[in-house]
């Protein structure tokens, strides 16, 4: 009896492992790769003139015109004062906004960029007019918020845990 038992719940499981087909392995959804972000803003830029922030941005080697590109300037130690500028397509994957700078100083820039869902942040620095370097403290000395800082500070643990806690929020915020 047992033998027939098996034999029934056998041959039909045989049967049907037999007759199925073989399903076609689905192609991997394909990761969009990080977007290059070339800045090409000058270096050194003139006071009380109109300065054009640019990036040309590529993905896989192609032009990207449809990226979301936000420049985020702001004078060395008062990064809690910049401001985000949205960049608008120019042509060929550059992307333009435009500001001006005042007064005499060091300023830095990312040039926040998504695309397909990707997103890198390449950071300049620019001088604006003639700054005394003297009094310029390099961004990660001077300002808590910067990233550069917040990096330092977790490597060499020089900040107490109240601190790193707030930076590990800035920073999580700002990837």
């Known amino acids: 009896m047992k ?15 037999c007759g199925e087909k073989k399903e076609e392995a689905l192609p991997e959804p394909e ?3 990080i977007p290059e972000v070339e800045i090409l803003t000058p270096k050194e830029v003139p006071l009380n003139e109109t300065i054009e922030l640019a990036a040309h941005v590529e993905q896989g080697g192609k032009n990207v015109d449809d990226a979301v590109v936000e420049f985020e300037v702001w004078e060395s130690g008062k990064r809690d004062e910049g401001q985000m500028i949205d960049g608008k397509l120019d042509k060929d994957g550059v992307y333009k906004a435009t500001t001006t700078f005042d007064h005499d100083g060091v300023y830095y ?4 960029t998504t695309a397909n869902g990707v997103h890198n942040m390449p950071k300049q620095e620019i001088l604006a007019g003639s700054p005394d370097m003297t009094q310029v403290l390099p961004e990660d000395e001077k300002s808590n918020n910067s990233m550069d800082n917040n990096m330092m500070n977790h490597d060499n643990g020089t900040s107490d845990d109240t601190d790193q806690t707030e930076e590990k929020k800035d920073e999580e915020n700002h990837h």
């Not at 033998?3 to 492992?17: C, E, H, S």
């Not at 820039?109 to 926040?112: K, L, P």
Request: glycine share 4%.
């Open 109 to 112: 820039m990312y040039a926040h």
């Open 3 to 17: 033998k027939w038992l098996f034999a029934l719940i056998a041959v039909p499981a045989l049967l049907v492992g």
């Open 31 to 33: 990761v969009p790769q």
